[in-house]
């Protein structure tokens, strides 16, 4: 096997990445959105462009020759530095180096960011402000492809993550909890409880990071025959909103119903033991970033 007369391509670099990522040539193709037989021959390019074997197939998962290993460390350097350069020429044409970009759960967007943001604003002289809002799994997404600088969510040592390597720093911006709460009626009573024989649970998808972290923390509790979901969805908000109309137990950032529990509209509907605490988190890459974004970072202490 040898190089061939024809120019590297980049999909092959990132298809190789995420065969490297996945194990597995089906999943890799998944993720890539092209046909596992088209995965299959951008591997086999590549190949013959380095002239040597790159993934051994004949293990499952699919893992790196030694080849493969010394030359995934050079692909990488060569995808991130390509992608810097094209942020930092997007940044110099639109001369956008005082931009922040975020990423932030539904949950976090509403009601904390906004006030953790003026206080940022008290520090800094900020400029344009870009942020995306969505469920967790579809902001990591978005940030691990450089779409956004920041990306804001809840924590929890259970919770299924992406980020959990040194090429990421993270800030520790605060504590929540995640509490099991009800409407009540008009004597202010609740209309749901979790002691009771039959209990209404609005639920979150997995696509939601809050989903993961319940399942992770009570998903045994709430596997018994007496819960039953009525609703399910991956924004906090939604649920929020259901809960209020007295649809059923949501448990929903303490954050997001303070208004609502100190006003009585939403009472809690457990003990402590069905609470579960979280972390609110502030996550960047170890890339480099524009001036703006490094004086953000910079106002907090570094945890991890």
């Not at 051994?56 to 699919?62: G, L």
């Amino acid at each position: 096997m040898g190089p061939i007369n024809r120019p590297l391509e980049l999909e092959w670099l990132e298809d190789f990445l995420a065969l490297v990522d996945s194990g597995n040539f089906s999943r890799a193709a998944q993720a890539r959105s092209i046909a596992q037989p088209a995965l299959s021959r951008h591997i086999r390019a590549l190949e013959e462009w380095v002239g040597v074997e790159l993934v051994d197939r004949s293990r499952h998962p699919a893992t790196t020759t030694p080849a493969g290993e010394v030359f995934l460390l050079s692909a990488k350097t060569v995808l991130a530095s390509l992608v810097l350069a094209r942020t930092q020429a997007h940044e110099a044409q639109s001369q956008s180096n005082s931009r922040l970009q975020f990423a932030a759960t539904h949950a976090l967007s509403l009601n904390f960011f906004p006030r953790w943001l003026q206080g940022i604003e008290q520090k800094l002289k900020l400029g344009a402000i870009f942020m995306v809002s969505d469920s967790y799994r579809a902001c990591e997404d978005l940030f691990l492809q450089q779409g956004v600088q920041f990306l804001l969510y809840h924590d929890h040592p259970a919770l299924p993550s992406k980020l959990r390597g040194p090429e990421f720093e993270f800030l520790h911006l605060g504590d929540d909890k995640l509490v099991p709460v009800s409407a009540t009626n008009s004597q202010g009573h609740l209309l749901h409880q979790l002691e009771s024989e039959q209990v209404s649970i609005l639920a979150y998808s997995l696509e939601s990071g809050l989903g993961q972290i319940v399942q992770a923390q009570l998903g045994i509790a709430l596997s018994a025959a007496r819960f039953k979901r009525v609703f399910t969805a991956h924004h906090a908000v939604l649920l929020k909103t259901l809960a209020l109309e007295g649809r059923g137990i949501a448990w929903l950032p303490q954050s997001l119903v303070q208004e609502e529990l100190a006003l009585g509209r939403l009472q809690m509907a457990g003990t402590e033991k069905w609470r579960v605490d979280v972390a609110i988190r502030l996550v960047r890459s170890t890339n480099p970033l524009n001036m703006a974004a490094m004086a953000l970072w910079e106002t907090h202490p570094k945890t991890v």
